[in-house]
């Protein structure tokens, strides 16, 4: 199964639609958001798509009741950061991030080589991240907003081989 992952879409809406256009057309069955969508209607956009969603809130997330309300009206799935959940038999981990890009990374690793999750996955840095510690998957998908490191990313798992790459959009 494919996994649309994404974070950090700050209401760019024509973003975050090219993102949606390229989940759909690779066939993605669950979209996974890290946080940091800022305004109801961002996530709105996403939601629309209808595809299995599970989202965290980020640290920009001002409007949560807002989030809430609308995520809960389209039968999905939003929650306060960390997250644990299970997707195809593999123990996930899931938080925005805490601090300085340097301290967000610091954190993560020592999740991930604890070798309590398969798969721990992040956002906030703005920085794509993928790599193996410790027999851990971590995967940083970057930012959808695109503006502060000049680049619109998002990543795909497939889940079964356990293999994600970074996609410009």
């Keep these: ?15 975050i639609d090219a993102a949606m256009s390229f989940f759909s057309s690779s ?3 669950m979209i996974i958001h890290l946080g940091d969508y800022v305004a109801p209607f961002s996530l ?22 807002g989030l809430r309300e609308i995520v809960l009206r389209a039968g999905q799935e939003l929650y306060e950061p960390p997250f644990e959940l299970e997707i195809g038999g593999k123990r996930v981990f899931m938080v ?8 967000t990374r610091a954190i993560i690793n020592s999740i991930a080589k604890s070798g309590d999750y398969d798969l721990v996955l992040y956002g906030h840095t703005h920085e794509p991240d993928v790599r193996v510690e410790k027999g851990t998957l971590i995967i940083n998908p970057g930012e959808v907003y695109g503006i ?8 795909v798992l497939d889940i079964t081989r356990m293999e ?5 959009i």
């Design 1 to 15: 199964m494919l996994i649309g992952i994404m974070s950090d879409s700050h209401d760019n809406i024509a973003k």
């Design 27 to 29: 066939g993605v069955r």
């Design 44 to 65: 709105a956009r996403i939601l629309k798509s209808g595809v299995r969603f599970v989202g965290i809130l980020g640290n920009n997330d001002g409007e949560k009741l």
């Design 96 to 103: 925005h991030g805490y601090g300085s890009k340097e301290k």
């Design 148 to 155: 502060l490191t000049g680049r619109s990313t998002v990543a």
């Design 164 to 168: 994600a790459r970074i996609v410009e």
